[in-house]
Nanobody, 122 residues
């Protein structure tokens, strides 16, 4: 399965962005999907994840209350709505998919999108 992340851009502090992860090649309705981010000079870190059914979600502490992950399996798409953005949210955001359960460990994800840049300006 191929993943395509989109929706990044430049936004001011306190603003919102909605990232999308579109799958192609085959349906990814049986995979859990996670979002990760990597800021310059830093390691990749977990942001949020959702089970294949969409029934369970998991967020990094830094994103709780400010973001919502959702999926539309009919459209093979997962979204990450981010609100109240801060300068420290600036990073390249990646979506990834893995079979079975969701995980916050990036090493457990098999499929990766190319990343979309989010820049939060103050």
């Amino acid at each position: 399965v191929q993943l395509q992340a989109s929706g990044g851009g430049l936004v001011q502090v306190g603003g919102s962005l909605r990232l999308s992860c579109a799958a192609s090649g085959r349906t990814f309705a049986s995979e859990a999907v996670g979002w990760f981010r990597q800021a310059p000079g830093k390691e990749r870190e977990f942001v949020a994840a959702i089970t294949w059914s969409g029934g369970l979600t998991y967020y990094a502490d830094s994103m709780k209350g400010r973001s919502t992950i959702s999926r539309d399996n009919a459209k093979n798409t997962v979204h990450l709505q981010m609100n109240s953005l801060k300068p420290e949210d600036t990073a390249v955001y990646y979506c990834a998919a893995r079979i079975r359960s969701m995980s916050r460990n990036s090493n457990e994800y098999k499929y990766w999108g190319q990343g979309t840049l989010v820049t939060v300006s103050s």
